[in-house]
Protein backbone atom coordinates (compact mmCIF):
# COMPACT_ATOMS: atom_id res chain seq x y z
CA UNK A 1 0.00 0.00 0.00
CA UNK A 2 1.24 3.11 -0.68
CA UNK A 3 2.22 5.69 2.21
CA UNK A 4 -0.72 8.14 3.03
CA UNK A 5 -2.11 10.02 5.70
CA UNK A 6 -5.22 9.24 7.20
CA UNK A 7 -7.36 12.84 7.88
CA UNK A 8 -7.76 12.58 11.43
CA UNK A 9 -9.64 15.96 12.53
CA UNK A 10 -12.68 15.69 14.85
CA UNK A 11 -15.32 13.56 13.31
CA UNK A 12 -19.05 14.90 12.29
CA UNK A 13 -21.79 13.32 14.36
CA UNK A 14 -24.99 12.14 12.77
CA UNK A 15 -28.32 10.36 14.44
CA UNK A 16 -29.15 7.49 12.90
CA UNK A 17 -32.23 9.67 11.53
CA UNK A 18 -30.23 12.23 9.96
CA UNK A 19 -27.74 9.49 8.86
CA UNK A 20 -30.82 7.60 7.24
CA UNK A 21 -31.87 10.56 5.48
CA UNK A 22 -28.37 11.50 3.99
CA UNK A 23 -28.46 7.78 2.62
CA UNK A 24 -32.09 8.27 1.21
CA UNK A 25 -30.95 11.47 -0.10
CA UNK A 26 -28.16 9.87 -2.25
CA UNK A 27 -31.19 8.99 -4.86
CA UNK A 28 -30.57 5.52 -5.27
CA UNK A 29 -32.87 4.26 -8.24
CA UNK A 30 -32.08 1.43 -10.69
CA UNK A 31 -30.71 2.28 -14.12
CA UNK A 32 -33.04 3.20 -17.33
CA UNK A 33 -32.75 1.13 -20.34
CA UNK A 34 -35.23 0.56 -23.84
CA UNK A 35 -37.01 -2.61 -24.10
CA UNK A 36 -39.42 -3.90 -26.98
CA UNK A 37 -42.79 -3.35 -26.06
CA UNK A 38 -43.05 -7.20 -25.91
CA UNK A 39 -40.45 -7.43 -23.11
CA UNK A 40 -41.80 -4.87 -21.05
CA UNK A 41 -44.52 -6.93 -19.04
CA UNK A 42 -44.10 -6.65 -15.58
CA UNK A 43 -41.47 -4.14 -15.62
CA UNK A 44 -41.63 -0.13 -14.12
CA UNK A 45 -42.06 2.20 -16.80
CA UNK A 46 -39.60 5.15 -16.39
CA UNK A 47 -41.30 7.69 -18.88
CA UNK A 48 -44.52 8.69 -19.43
CA UNK A 49 -46.12 7.67 -22.46
CA UNK A 50 -47.25 10.42 -24.32
CA UNK A 51 -49.92 9.84 -27.45
CA UNK A 52 -48.23 11.75 -30.04
CA UNK A 53 -51.27 11.10 -32.12
CA UNK A 54 -55.12 10.87 -31.55
CA UNK A 55 -56.77 7.56 -30.68
CA UNK A 56 -58.82 6.32 -32.40
CA UNK A 57 -57.72 8.01 -35.45
CA UNK A 58 -60.56 8.72 -37.11
CA UNK A 59 -64.62 8.14 -36.57
CA UNK A 60 -65.32 4.18 -36.66
CA UNK A 61 -67.84 1.67 -36.23
CA UNK A 62 -68.32 0.17 -33.14
CA UNK A 63 -70.81 -2.43 -34.88
CA UNK A 64 -71.71 -4.17 -37.80
CA UNK A 65 -74.94 -2.41 -39.19
CA UNK A 66 -75.70 0.43 -41.49
CA UNK A 67 -74.40 4.47 -41.18
CA UNK A 68 -77.23 6.67 -41.49
CA UNK A 69 -78.13 10.00 -40.43
CA UNK A 70 -80.42 10.41 -37.49
CA UNK A 71 -82.39 13.02 -39.04
CA UNK A 72 -83.37 10.29 -41.25
CA UNK A 73 -84.12 7.65 -38.64
CA UNK A 74 -84.40 9.35 -35.06
CA UNK A 75 -88.42 10.08 -34.85
CA UNK A 76 -90.02 6.40 -33.63
CA UNK A 77 -92.89 7.85 -35.03
CA UNK A 78 -90.77 7.00 -38.62
CA UNK A 79 -90.08 3.59 -38.01
CA UNK A 80 -89.90 1.38 -39.84
CA UNK A 81 -87.55 2.92 -42.60
CA UNK A 82 -86.72 2.34 -45.59
CA UNK A 83 -83.27 3.02 -46.79
CA UNK A 84 -80.97 2.71 -50.05
CA UNK A 85 -77.79 1.34 -49.08
CA UNK A 86 -75.47 3.68 -51.29
CA UNK A 87 -72.24 2.26 -50.48
CA UNK A 88 -69.90 -0.07 -47.88
CA UNK A 89 -67.10 0.39 -45.55
CA UNK A 90 -65.26 -1.80 -44.53
CA UNK A 91 -62.17 -2.13 -41.98
CA UNK A 92 -58.76 -1.39 -43.39
CA UNK A 93 -57.60 1.29 -45.62
CA UNK A 94 -59.80 3.41 -47.54
CA UNK A 95 -58.26 5.62 -50.22
CA UNK A 96 -61.53 7.24 -51.48
CA UNK A 97 -64.38 9.27 -48.94
CA UNK A 98 -67.33 7.42 -48.36
CA UNK A 99 -70.61 9.98 -47.73
CA UNK A 100 -74.01 9.74 -46.63
CA UNK A 101 -76.95 11.66 -48.19
CA UNK A 102 -80.49 12.18 -47.12
CA UNK A 103 -82.72 9.38 -47.28
CA UNK A 104 -80.00 6.97 -47.50
CA UNK A 105 -77.17 4.77 -45.93
CA UNK A 106 -73.92 2.95 -45.82
CA UNK A 107 -73.19 -0.70 -45.14
CA UNK A 108 -70.48 -0.57 -42.60
CA UNK A 109 -68.51 -3.42 -40.44
CA UNK A 110 -67.11 -3.08 -37.27
CA UNK A 111 -63.89 -0.82 -37.33
CA UNK A 112 -64.98 0.71 -40.62
CA UNK A 113 -64.54 4.71 -41.35
CA UNK A 114 -67.89 5.95 -40.26
CA UNK A 115 -68.94 7.97 -44.01
CA UNK A 116 -69.49 11.77 -43.70
CA UNK A 117 -72.68 13.00 -43.10
CA UNK A 118 -73.58 9.84 -40.96
CA UNK A 119 -73.85 10.23 -36.84
CA UNK A 120 -75.69 7.07 -36.04
CA UNK A 121 -74.67 3.20 -36.96
CA UNK A 122 -77.80 1.26 -36.71
CA UNK A 123 -76.94 -2.44 -35.93
CA UNK A 124 -77.79 -5.43 -38.62
CA UNK A 125 -79.79 -7.07 -35.73
CA UNK A 126 -82.39 -3.73 -35.87
CA UNK A 127 -82.74 -4.39 -39.47
CA UNK A 128 -83.59 -6.38 -42.33
CA UNK A 129 -80.31 -7.54 -43.00
CA UNK A 130 -77.32 -7.06 -45.36
CA UNK A 131 -77.63 -6.16 -48.86
CA UNK A 132 -75.82 -7.97 -51.68
CA UNK A 133 -76.08 -4.50 -54.75
CA UNK A 134 -74.76 -1.17 -53.29
CA UNK A 135 -76.58 1.36 -55.03
CA UNK A 136 -79.77 -0.13 -56.10
CA UNK A 137 -80.70 -2.51 -52.81
CA UNK A 138 -82.84 -1.18 -49.56
CA UNK A 139 -82.47 -2.06 -46.02
CA UNK A 140 -85.75 -1.48 -44.18
CA UNK A 141 -84.88 -0.55 -40.49
CA UNK A 142 -86.92 -1.28 -37.53
CA UNK A 143 -85.95 0.14 -34.69
CA UNK A 144 -83.09 1.99 -32.67
CA UNK A 145 -80.62 1.92 -29.64
CA UNK A 146 -79.97 4.44 -27.37
CA UNK A 147 -76.32 4.57 -28.66
CA UNK A 148 -74.59 6.24 -31.74
CA UNK A 149 -72.43 2.59 -32.18
CA UNK A 150 -69.71 4.80 -33.11
CA UNK A 151 -66.34 5.47 -31.69
CA UNK A 152 -65.65 8.79 -32.09
CA UNK A 153 -61.81 9.97 -33.04
CA UNK A 154 -59.99 10.71 -30.01
CA UNK A 155 -62.15 9.60 -27.24
CA UNK A 156 -59.29 7.41 -25.75
CA UNK A 157 -56.55 9.79 -26.75
CA UNK A 158 -56.18 13.44 -27.88
CA UNK A 159 -52.71 14.21 -29.10
CA UNK A 160 -50.24 15.43 -26.00
CA UNK A 161 -52.51 13.01 -23.56
CA UNK A 162 -50.55 10.57 -21.20
CA UNK A 163 -51.68 7.19 -21.94
CA UNK A 164 -49.35 5.75 -18.96
CA UNK A 165 -47.62 7.64 -16.68
CA UNK A 166 -44.49 6.58 -15.66
CA UNK A 167 -43.68 3.98 -12.48
CA UNK A 168 -46.53 1.97 -13.88
CA UNK A 169 -45.98 -1.69 -13.52
CA UNK A 170 -46.73 -2.95 -17.54
CA UNK A 171 -49.34 -5.24 -18.08
CA UNK A 172 -50.26 -7.21 -20.85
CA UNK A 173 -53.46 -4.81 -21.19
CA UNK A 174 -50.84 -0.94 -21.75
CA UNK A 175 -48.72 -3.12 -24.00
CA UNK A 176 -51.62 -3.19 -26.08
CA UNK A 177 -51.87 0.29 -25.61
CA UNK A 178 -48.07 1.02 -26.43
CA UNK A 179 -48.73 -0.83 -29.55
CA UNK A 180 -52.19 0.86 -30.59
CA UNK A 181 -49.90 4.06 -30.22
CA UNK A 182 -47.26 2.80 -32.01
CA UNK A 183 -44.77 2.25 -29.86
CA UNK A 184 -42.37 -0.24 -30.54
CA UNK A 185 -40.26 0.53 -27.14
CA UNK A 186 -40.41 2.16 -23.83
CA UNK A 187 -37.86 3.17 -21.47
CA UNK A 188 -38.06 0.69 -18.52
CA UNK A 189 -36.17 0.69 -15.12
CA UNK A 190 -33.99 -2.37 -14.75
CA UNK A 191 -33.76 -3.89 -11.65
CA UNK A 192 -31.45 -2.49 -9.35
CA UNK A 193 -27.84 -3.54 -9.26
CA UNK A 194 -25.92 -3.20 -6.07
CA UNK A 195 -22.12 -3.88 -5.70
CA UNK A 196 -20.76 -5.41 -2.92
CA UNK A 197 -17.13 -4.78 -2.13
CA UNK A 198 -15.24 -6.09 0.79
CA UNK A 199 -11.84 -4.85 1.99
CA UNK A 200 -8.59 -5.65 3.93
CA UNK A 201 -5.68 -7.80 3.46
CA UNK A 202 -6.61 -10.64 5.71
CA UNK A 203 -9.87 -10.77 3.64
CA UNK A 204 -9.62 -14.01 1.94
CA UNK A 205 -13.11 -15.58 -0.52
CA UNK A 206 -15.35 -18.21 0.72
CA UNK A 207 -13.40 -21.74 -0.38
CA UNK A 208 -9.87 -20.35 -0.32
CA UNK A 209 -7.29 -21.72 2.18
CA UNK A 210 -6.18 -19.58 5.33
CA UNK A 211 -3.30 -18.78 6.53
CA UNK A 212 -2.80 -17.60 9.87
CA UNK A 213 -3.76 -14.11 10.13
CA UNK A 214 -6.37 -13.86 7.48
CA UNK A 215 -10.47 -14.87 7.29
CA UNK A 216 -13.33 -15.48 5.32
CA UNK A 217 -15.47 -12.74 3.73
CA UNK A 218 -18.44 -13.73 5.40
CA UNK A 219 -19.72 -10.07 5.02
CA UNK A 220 -20.16 -9.92 0.90
CA UNK A 221 -22.03 -13.34 1.33
CA UNK A 222 -24.20 -11.99 4.05
CA UNK A 223 -25.23 -9.08 2.16
CA UNK A 224 -25.27 -10.43 -0.96
CA UNK A 225 -27.94 -13.28 -0.07
CA UNK A 226 -30.60 -10.81 1.53
CA UNK A 227 -30.04 -8.35 -1.26
CA UNK A 228 -30.41 -10.78 -4.00
CA UNK A 229 -33.65 -12.21 -1.95
CA UNK A 230 -35.03 -8.20 -2.03
CA UNK A 231 -34.80 -8.83 -5.66
CA UNK A 232 -31.60 -6.93 -6.93
CA UNK A 233 -29.00 -8.02 -9.08
CA UNK A 234 -25.50 -8.11 -7.26
CA UNK A 235 -22.08 -7.31 -8.88
CA UNK A 236 -19.77 -9.17 -6.40
CA UNK A 237 -16.67 -7.86 -6.47
CA UNK A 238 -14.05 -9.90 -5.33
CA UNK A 239 -12.23 -8.31 -1.62
CA UNK A 240 -9.37 -5.67 -2.51
CA UNK A 241 -6.09 -5.63 0.11
CA UNK A 242 -5.50 -2.57 1.64
CA UNK A 243 -4.12 -0.80 -1.32
CA UNK A 244 -5.37 2.35 -2.59
CA UNK A 245 -4.64 1.74 -6.45
CA UNK A 246 -6.46 -1.44 -6.05
CA UNK A 247 -9.42 -0.24 -4.17
CA UNK A 248 -10.13 2.69 -7.26
CA UNK A 249 -9.91 0.23 -9.43
CA UNK A 250 -12.11 -2.22 -7.66
CA UNK A 251 -14.57 0.81 -6.85
CA UNK A 252 -14.29 2.16 -10.58
CA UNK A 253 -15.49 -1.42 -11.92
CA UNK A 254 -18.33 -1.45 -9.01
CA UNK A 255 -19.32 1.82 -10.43
CA UNK A 256 -19.76 0.95 -13.87
CA UNK A 257 -21.37 -2.55 -13.18
CA UNK A 258 -23.84 -0.81 -10.51
CA UNK A 259 -26.56 2.14 -9.18
CA UNK A 260 -25.23 1.56 -5.94
CA UNK A 261 -22.10 0.41 -4.77
CA UNK A 262 -22.00 -1.13 -0.73
CA UNK A 263 -18.09 -1.67 0.89
CA UNK A 264 -17.30 -3.05 3.99
CA UNK A 265 -14.41 -2.17 6.19
CA UNK A 266 -11.42 0.45 5.99
CA UNK A 267 -13.35 3.58 6.89
CA UNK A 268 -12.28 3.82 10.73
CA UNK A 269 -9.52 6.70 11.72
CA UNK A 270 -6.44 4.47 11.72
CA UNK A 271 -3.48 4.88 9.29
CA UNK A 272 -4.49 1.83 6.98
CA UNK A 273 -8.30 2.73 6.41
CA UNK A 274 -8.22 2.05 2.38
CA UNK A 275 -11.60 3.31 1.56
CA UNK A 276 -10.84 6.40 3.47
CA UNK A 277 -7.92 7.03 1.38
CA UNK A 278 -9.32 5.31 -2.14
CA UNK A 279 -12.03 7.96 -1.82
CA UNK A 280 -10.08 11.07 -1.08
CA UNK A 281 -11.31 13.86 -3.21
CA UNK A 282 -14.51 12.35 -3.86
CA UNK A 283 -18.05 13.72 -3.23
CA UNK A 284 -18.25 11.25 0.13
CA UNK A 285 -18.56 12.46 3.96
CA UNK A 286 -16.94 10.16 6.64
CA UNK A 287 -19.43 10.43 9.93
CA UNK A 288 -19.49 9.02 13.07
CA UNK A 289 -23.51 8.03 13.69
CA UNK A 290 -24.52 7.89 17.36
CA UNK A 291 -25.37 3.87 17.42
CA UNK A 292 -23.25 0.88 18.88
CA UNK A 293 -22.15 -1.14 17.18
CA UNK A 294 -21.99 0.92 13.66
CA UNK A 295 -20.56 4.06 14.54
CA UNK A 296 -18.11 4.85 11.71
CA UNK A 297 -20.19 5.49 8.61
CA UNK A 298 -19.55 6.94 4.63
CA UNK A 299 -22.03 7.70 2.17
CA UNK A 300 -21.62 9.59 -0.69
CA UNK A 301 -20.98 9.27 -4.53
CA UNK A 302 -17.98 7.94 -6.25
CA UNK A 303 -17.87 9.19 -9.93
CA UNK A 304 -21.16 9.77 -9.71
CA UNK A 305 -22.41 6.18 -8.27
CA UNK A 306 -24.34 6.85 -5.16
CA UNK A 307 -21.96 4.85 -2.33
CA UNK A 308 -22.62 3.25 1.05
CA UNK A 309 -19.51 2.38 3.02
CA UNK A 310 -20.24 0.32 6.19
CA UNK A 311 -17.89 -0.87 8.94
CA UNK A 312 -16.06 -4.27 8.78
CA UNK A 313 -16.98 -6.18 11.55
CA UNK A 314 -19.82 -8.68 10.85
CA UNK A 315 -22.33 -7.88 13.20
CA UNK A 316 -21.26 -3.72 12.73
CA UNK A 317 -21.41 -4.33 8.94
CA UNK A 318 -25.26 -6.45 9.66
CA UNK A 319 -26.43 -3.85 11.87
CA UNK A 320 -25.10 -0.94 9.81
CA UNK A 321 -26.75 -2.31 6.56
CA UNK A 322 -30.29 -2.98 7.68
CA UNK A 323 -30.13 0.58 9.28
CA UNK A 324 -29.09 2.29 6.24
CA UNK A 325 -28.72 0.47 3.28
CA UNK A 326 -31.73 -2.42 2.97
CA UNK A 327 -34.43 0.76 3.33
CA UNK A 328 -33.22 2.47 0.63
CA UNK A 329 -32.61 -0.62 -1.60
CA UNK A 330 -36.84 -2.47 -0.91
CA UNK A 331 -37.47 1.39 -1.45
CA UNK A 332 -35.80 1.66 -5.03
CA UNK A 333 -37.64 -1.75 -5.80
CA UNK A 334 -40.85 -0.95 -5.53
CA UNK A 335 -41.33 -4.22 -2.94
CA UNK A 336 -42.59 -3.61 0.08
CA UNK A 337 -43.26 -7.24 1.08
CA UNK A 338 -39.16 -7.29 1.84
CA UNK A 339 -39.94 -4.69 4.05
CA UNK A 340 -38.84 -5.48 8.11
CA UNK A 341 -41.09 -5.81 10.57
CA UNK A 342 -41.10 -3.93 13.76
CA UNK A 343 -42.38 -5.00 16.81
CA UNK A 344 -42.69 -4.29 20.56
CA UNK A 345 -40.92 -7.03 23.17
CA UNK A 346 -40.29 -7.59 26.60
CA UNK A 347 -36.57 -7.55 26.73
CA UNK A 348 -34.50 -9.62 28.91
CA UNK A 349 -30.99 -11.14 29.48
CA UNK A 350 -27.43 -9.83 30.69
CA UNK A 351 -28.24 -6.05 31.57
CA UNK A 352 -25.92 -4.04 28.91
CA UNK A 353 -24.12 -1.55 30.76
CA UNK A 354 -24.68 1.69 30.49
CA UNK A 355 -24.75 3.98 27.24
CA UNK A 356 -25.30 7.85 26.31
CA UNK A 357 -26.13 6.97 22.51
CA UNK A 358 -29.00 4.13 20.89
CA UNK A 359 -27.49 0.23 21.35
CA UNK A 360 -28.84 -2.02 18.68
CA UNK A 361 -28.53 -5.58 20.01
CA UNK A 362 -28.75 -9.10 18.30
CA UNK A 363 -31.79 -10.93 20.07
CA UNK A 364 -33.64 -14.02 19.98
CA UNK A 365 -37.66 -13.02 20.00
CA UNK A 366 -39.79 -15.90 20.94
CA UNK A 367 -43.27 -14.28 21.01
CA UNK A 368 -43.48 -10.99 22.53
CA UNK A 369 -40.44 -12.13 24.67
CA UNK A 370 -36.83 -11.75 23.47
CA UNK A 371 -33.38 -12.73 24.46
CA UNK A 372 -30.74 -10.33 23.91
CA UNK A 373 -27.23 -11.66 22.67
CA UNK A 374 -24.57 -9.13 24.19
CA UNK A 375 -21.86 -11.24 22.24
CA UNK A 376 -20.85 -9.60 18.86
CA UNK A 377 -19.19 -12.56 16.97
CA UNK A 378 -19.95 -14.21 14.24
CA UNK A 379 -21.51 -16.94 16.03
CA UNK A 380 -23.96 -14.58 17.55
CA UNK A 381 -25.44 -13.71 14.04
CA UNK A 382 -26.36 -17.66 13.56
CA UNK A 383 -29.04 -17.49 16.69
CA UNK A 384 -29.92 -14.11 16.50
CA UNK A 385 -33.51 -13.53 14.48
CA UNK A 386 -34.07 -9.94 15.51
CA UNK A 387 -32.90 -6.55 16.32
CA UNK A 388 -33.31 -5.12 19.47
CA UNK A 389 -33.20 -1.01 19.72
CA UNK A 390 -32.05 -0.29 23.53
CA UNK A 391 -32.44 3.37 24.00
CA UNK A 392 -30.01 5.53 25.84
CA UNK A 393 -29.50 4.99 29.96
CA UNK A 394 -27.22 4.67 32.94
CA UNK A 395 -27.38 1.31 32.59
CA UNK A 396 -30.11 -1.45 33.30
CA UNK A 397 -33.19 -2.80 31.14
CA UNK A 398 -36.35 -0.51 31.72
CA UNK A 399 -39.89 -1.87 32.17
CA UNK A 400 -40.78 -4.80 29.71
CA UNK A 401 -42.43 -4.48 27.06
CA UNK A 402 -40.64 -0.74 25.87
CA UNK A 403 -38.13 -2.25 23.25
CA UNK A 404 -38.83 -2.02 19.34
CA UNK A 405 -37.29 -4.94 17.41
CA UNK A 406 -36.42 -5.17 13.75
CA UNK A 407 -37.44 -9.33 12.97
CA UNK A 408 -34.87 -10.65 10.52
CA UNK A 409 -35.96 -14.05 8.83
CA UNK A 410 -35.65 -16.95 10.22
CA UNK A 411 -32.23 -18.33 10.21
CA UNK A 412 -33.75 -22.25 9.30
CA UNK A 413 -35.87 -20.50 5.98
CA UNK A 414 -33.64 -18.49 4.39
CA UNK A 415 -30.09 -19.06 5.59
CA UNK A 416 -27.93 -19.90 2.43
CA UNK A 417 -25.61 -22.59 2.00
CA UNK A 418 -21.81 -21.34 2.02
CA UNK A 419 -20.15 -20.06 -1.25
CA UNK A 420 -17.40 -22.44 -2.97
Known amino acids: MKSARVDIRPTTYRTVDEYRCAVQRLGVSPSVRSVSIDSAVGRVLAEDIVADR ?3 A ?7 GFAVRAADVADPGRLPVRSLVSGRSVAGRQLSAIGVLPGQCVQIMTGAVVPCGADLVVPVERTSGFVESIGSDEVTIFSLDSKSNIRTRASDFEVGDVAVRAGTVVTPAQVGVLAA ?3 THVRVESSLTV ?3 STGSEIRGVGTELVNGECHDSN ?5 ADLTRCGADVHLEPAVADDVDA ?7 CAEAADVIVTTGGISAGTEEVVR ?3 AGQEVEFVSVAVRPGKPQACGRFEGTPIVCLPGNPVSALISYELFVRPVVVAALRNPQAERTMRTVRAEGETPPASAIPRVMLGVVDGDDATIIRSHSVGA ?3 ANCLIVIPPSDGGLGPPGEYPAMLLDSVASTRRGTCS
Open 54 to 56: ALP
Open 58 to 64: FDNSAVD
Open 181 to 183: LGR
Open 195 to 197: AVL
Open 220 to 224: AVMIL
Open 247 to 253: CRAALAR
Open 277 to 279: LAL
Open 381 to 383: LAR
